[in-house]
């Protein structure tokens, strides 16, 4: 079984609350904050590892972004993936999701085939959910997203996902598309050792002009459908009252407030 | 190229999801700003004329419908052909989809067939002269950014239950008891999906157990456990004080994460549900954005915090600094 698990470098979801607005510029100040591997894709990982346990194989960790992003391929195999791919050049950032799903499909025809590609199910940043999906229909493959559990059967993957209403149980042809669900499965520890052994394991950084067949008009801003006006800071325009008091007191102050729209 | 917004009314057991009248108002709000627009629905499905009659809601000038036995399934990969197929031959400029489970699946599928722009989970959409500006939350809702699609068409948008209001009695989006004569259903030529083979397919599907439990999308009154509600016995008060009030029970991210709920039905926030409440109480929530971008439309909100800096505050009109497993059980008692 190969397994292709496509990870995102994000900044750490922890600090959004200190991102700021450049009033001027309009641009989004985030200096300070570190990169992380975005915590769905981390399930993703997990749930690769766990079907190369029951099922034998081979994972290929894939990123798009910048020199940097590098550190999160690392760290993606000290967790226990076996090689890397970096797809990293000017020519692919800019990209929306429908071009950097290109991009990353491409990497992984370049790097492929595999049985089984894995994602997360949304970004911590951007937090579309499209680019898995994205990434099947450039491939031609099927998917689902948002997947509760994974197992393999006659050579098809059987994937459940939850609805509004219920649990739908899939079957689905290889290769294909999966991108999970946070509650998929606990993600492990990584120890120390793993860290070690992950710098020998082998992470190739590729340019634009590596890919075989990638469609410039395709990446970037200039292959972006959908364009970026102007930033906004959400700002809340309440303006918060304290109720002071013991407990009790702002208990009783608290119910005073609500009275009015209790149902007799 | 028409000027048209469609909307997909997805197959809830026959009816429209609730998320259809609310894109449907929203949709009779945005043609008022383009000329000769007309606010189109969209039905998929096995024997869907009964949808596309309930489809047929005030508002709606036309239901388009393509109705295959391959059709009748939760798999967006054949969803997705159909749902093209009808926008390649009709040419719609905008295409709003819910993002249900099936929809936020669906909605990229097709933007990626068509190679047309999608904005995720919209906030709002506004129409200027100039272009359709949909504003889509980044960095947990700590940030708006405006996505337009300035070349390609349809524009499409998803934008979660619960977001928009939902339909005044009589106004658009509401259902017409008669059904609806003003609206036209057309039904699309559909045999070209006899020939076409997804490579999923859906094997079962188990209905949840029916819940007496009010929803959170139901509610006038929220309460919302967070981190700061630790102890076993102060999680169960705070369950109790929602039953009391005739509330829906909501909770921050961590009791997901940990499996004191079961899924994000009960999660407020981002990857959960948007709530807008009469009244939103809140117990030991630290306010990140995240969680507040899904209730941050709530009429009145009440928050306890043990930390009277808390980012939570911002966010309410009332604020407590304390415990939050005293406050809750004080609530109890003066009940
Ligand atoms: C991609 C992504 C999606 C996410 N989606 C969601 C989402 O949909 N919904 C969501 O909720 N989160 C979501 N999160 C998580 C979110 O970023 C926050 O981590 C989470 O909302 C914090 O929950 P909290 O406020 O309950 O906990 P904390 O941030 O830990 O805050 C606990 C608060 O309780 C207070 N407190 C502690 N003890 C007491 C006490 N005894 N009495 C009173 N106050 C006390 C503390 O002062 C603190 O302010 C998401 C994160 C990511 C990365």
Redesign the pocket.
């Known amino acids: 079984m190969k397994i292709a698990v496509c990870i995102k470098s994000v900044p750490d ?2 600090c ?1 609350d200190k991102i700021t607005l450049d009033p001027v510029n309009k641009t989004l100040n985030r200096a300070g904050i570190p990169a992380v591997i975005n ?2 894709d981390k399930h993703a990982i997990e749930a690769a590892l766990q079907l190369k346990e029951e099922y034998g194989g081979s994972i290929t960790v894939v990123s798009m972004g910048p020199p940097p992003v590098e550190q999160q391929l690392r760290e993606a195999l000290a967790m226990g993936a076996d090689d890397a791919y970096l797809l990293s050049d000017r020519k692919v950032g800019g990209a929306d999701t429908l071009a950097t799903s290109y991009a990353v499909s491409k990497l992984i025809e370049q790097t492929g085939p595999y049985d089984i590609i894995l994602a997360g199910n ?3 940043d951007g ?1 579309t959910s499209h680019v898995p999906a994205q990434i099947a229909e450039w491939m031609g493959l099927g998917c689902i997203c948002s997947a509760l559990s994974i197992r393999v059967e006659d050579g098809k993957a059987i994937v459940t996902k939850k609805f509004e209403n219920g649990t739908g149980t899939f079957r689905l042809g290889l290769p294909c598309v999966i991108a999970v669900n946070q509650r998929i499965n606990k993600v492990r520890l990584t120890n120390m050792m793993a860290v070690l052994k992950a710098k020998k394991k082998p992470l190739t950084v590729f340019s634009a002009a590596d890919i075989t067949g990638l469609d410039e008009s395709r990446v970037g801003l200039a292959g972006s459908p959908t364009q970026n006006g102007e930033l906004h800071m959400a700002e809340s325009t309440k303006v918060c009252t304290m109720l002071e008091g013991t407990e009790e007191e702002a208990a009783a102050m608290i119910l005073e407030k609500i009275k009015p729209l209790l149902k007799a | 190229m028409n000027r048209d917004i469609w909307v997909f009314a997805e197959n809830f057991g026959g009816r429209p999801a609730p998320v259809y009248g609310e894109l449907v108002r929203k949709a009779n709000e945005m043609r008022e700003k383009m000329q000769e627009a007309r606010v189109c629905g969209v039905v998929l499905g096995k024997d869907v004329d009964g949808l596309a009659a309930a489809a047929s809601v005030q508002g709606v000038d036309t239901v388009y419908v393509m109705d295959h036995p391959k059709l009748d399934t939760l798999d967006a990969c054949v969803l997705k052909e159909a749902f093209a197929a009808l926008i390649r031959a009709y040419n719609p400029e905008v295409v709003l989809v819910g993002a249900t489970a099936l929809g936020a699946e669906l909605a990229p599928g097709i933007a990626g067939k068509l190679k047309t722009g999608l904005a995720a989970h919209c906030v709002d959409i506004e129409v200027t002269e100039k272009r359709i500006n949909c504003m889509v939350p980044a960095f ?1 809702g700590r940030v708006i950014s405006e996505i337009y699609v300035p070349a390609t068409r349809p524009v499409m948008a998803s934008v979660r239950p619960g977001i928009f209001d939902a339909p005044e009695p009589a106004g658009a989006g509401a259902p017409v008891t008669a059904g609806n004569p003003s609206t036209q259903v057309v039904r699309a030529d559909s045999s070209f999906l006899d020939s076409v083979t997804s490579p999923v397919e859906m094997i079962a599907f188990e209905q949840d157990a029916p819940s007496a439990d009010l929803r959170l999308e139901d509610a006038d009154i929220v309460v919302c ?6 102890t076993q016995e102060d999680f169960e008060n705070v369950k109790a004080l929602a039953g009391k009030l005739n509330a829906a029970f909501g ?4 009791f997901v994460d940990l499996g004191f709920v079961p899924d ?1 039905s009960r ?6 549900k948007s709530v807008k409440p009469q009244l939103f109480l809140g ?9 507040t971008c ?1 209730m941050n439309k709530s009429k009145l909100v009440i928050t ?4 009277e800096k ?1 980012r ?1 505050f911002a966010n309410s009109d009332y604020g407590v600094v ?4 005293k406050v809750v059980s004080a609530l109890l008692k003066q009940l």
């Open positions: 979801p922890d959004y915590v769905a949304e970004s911590a937090a | 947990g456990a967070g981190r700061g509600v630790s909770c921050t991210r961590s994000e999660m407020i926030g981002t990857s959960g117990f030991g929530i630290s306010g990140a954005a995240h969680h899904g306890v915090n043990r930390d808390a939570m304390g415990d939050a497993g």
